[in-house]
């Protein structure tokens, strides 16, 4: 598989991330579009810095994966603490932290 189908690949899950983020209103479908949305910029990632044949871009990639692990534990860990107080799920009725 050439380049171009690696960055195909990732745009287009950058995309339906993207498009996921702003069209659905469920928190923890956010969160697994802004997932999506990471992992499309680490194809892309992947994809030139084999390109290039430098290892400095899957090192980013490994960095990138650890940051999106801590990323969901946090965001997890909000969304539990927040339904525990309210039980709404929808970001739009969401407007505090407390109850």
């Not at 690949?9 to 956010?30: E, H, Q």
């Not at 802004?34 to 994809?47: F, K, R, Y």
């Not at 490994?62 to 801590?70: D, E």
């Not at 709404?88 to 109850?99: A, K």
């Amino acid at each position: 598989m050439m380049l171009n189908g690696f960055l195909v690949v990732g745009a287009l899950l950058f995309a339906l991330g993207a498009t996921g983020v702003l069209i659905r209103r469920n928190a923890i479908v956010m969160l697994m579009c802004i997932e999506l949305m990471l992992q499309g910029a680490n194809v892309t990632l992947a994809a030139f810095s084999r390109y290039l044949d430098d290892q400095a871009g899957f090192v980013l990639v490994v960095f990138s994966l650890t940051v999106a692990a801590a990323e969901v534990a946090i965001g997890l860990a909000i969304l539990v603490a927040l339904s525990r107080v309210n039980p709404v799920v929808n970001v739009d009725q969401l407007d505090s932290l407390s109850g």
